[in-house]
């Protein structure tokens, strides 16, 4: 298969995260940046930072992302408490066959117990679908290691574009529990498409 290379650029803020890296040299690096950054975050600010990279990691992994980068920093809605977002791109081999792939490809995303968005939108690169959607997470411990089920709520949003051999798919991927501050990672991921910008 002909390998096709995606050129990209993202904003200094980002942290890029190795996806080969050991998971134990991650999280200490990852505990050191934060508490670099942050010195006045809390050690529970910290740690719950680290398990959030960590849980997004996993996923990524399983996904077949093939980059990744994490944005930390305060706050705008709230500056006492911080934020995070996980940006990630995938590349995915598919069959899509007929004049509208992607419609195929919105299809087959929704389902019973799916609540996500979908729209399709003309880039410069191409028309693309947009899927937007929240996940309610729960987690049987605390971050503290108490048995206690606890929920996350991530809003997460993906632009999706095919290759032209309708071989491939790129997907390009924002995710965050701050909700918040969700406007402004929304407003990062439509950096760049001049043509047509994408609220989700």
Known sequence: TARVPLRFTFPGQFTELPLAEDPETRVRRTYAAVSARMPDATDVERVHLVFLQEDMFSKLLQEGAVWSALCVGRSEADPARLSTAQFAIFVKDVKLSGDSPLAAVAGGLKGPGKPLETSF?????GDGLVVGEELRVDLPITLTGDRER????VRQAQVILPFTNKRRLAVISASSESLGDWVHYANMLNEGYSADRVEV
């Open 121 to 125: 939108v003309s880039f410069p690169a």
């Open 150 to 153: 606890n929920t996350h709520i």
